[in-house]
Every structure is written in C-alpha cells, then in structure tokens.
C-alpha cells in the first residue's frame, strides 16, 4: 500500500522526490501542510511526513528502488544537481553492473534515505 519517510523538510524531500526522482503527486486527505504522498506504482505510494527533528544515519541495505529507462541519463541529472551517487560497493561516481545485465546506482535523499536507481525490464 505505502512507504512513509519522516522528514525534517517537507519542502526540500518533496522537491528531491519529484524533481530528481520523477514521481507525480497525488492528493493526500489530510490538507495540514504536513503530508507529500506520490505515487510509486499502480497500487503504491510513497508518503512523504514532516517533523523529524534530524536526519539518521541509514544503511544501504535498506532503500527504496525505482527503475528508469537509463542510468547513464539519470546520472546526468545527479551531476547537473550535485548530488553524490556510488556503486552498491560505495565507489563514487560510477554504477554496479549486476550479473544480469542490469545498472544501477545508490544516492542519498535529503534525510539519508537510500535511493537505488536501477534500469531493470519488467
């Protein structure tokens, strides 16, 4: 049904999730200036929550993944925004090619949650 971040910025992660990530809003019910929610699938979402009172360190292991048509161009807007990306190995700047032909990269939203990128087919 859905995935909750709490976030210390509405603003910031709201624009991070939209204007990096691509992911369209959607309206959510309860209009306090408190709540983002997107969609992330067909019966999916991603709710975005105000009011953590600072960011926690996360591990990679634990991350929200969205495939795109290609890595390489996704890159593109990370370098234009200055937004670090790594290996699942933690090299900077490059991509992990999986055994099965698939790339994929791991960055961080303004809070340290993980984000993989990955350009899996269904």
Do not use: M
């Not at 698939?102 to 993980?114: A, C, L, T």
Request: proline share 5%.
């Amino acid at each position: 049904n859905h995935i909750a971040h709490y976030v210390v910025d509405l603003k910031i992660s709201s624009d991070f999730y939209s204007q990096i990530v691509g992911l369209d809003t959607i309206p959510e019910p309860f209009h306090d200036g408190r709540h983002t929610w997107f969609s992330v699938g067909p019966q999916s979402h991603l709710h975005i929550i105000s009011g953590a009172r600072e960011k926690k360190e996360q591990d990679k292991n634990s991350h929200l993944c969205f495939s795109v048509p290609s890595v390489v161009n996704f890159i593109s807007i990370l370098n234009k925004t200055n937004i670090p990306f790594e290996n699942w190995a933690g090299e900077k700047n490059t991509f992990t090619n999986r055994v099965d032909g698939v790339k994929q990269i791991y960055f961080r939203d303004p809070d340290g949650y993980w984000v993989e990128i990955n350009d899996a087919r269904d």
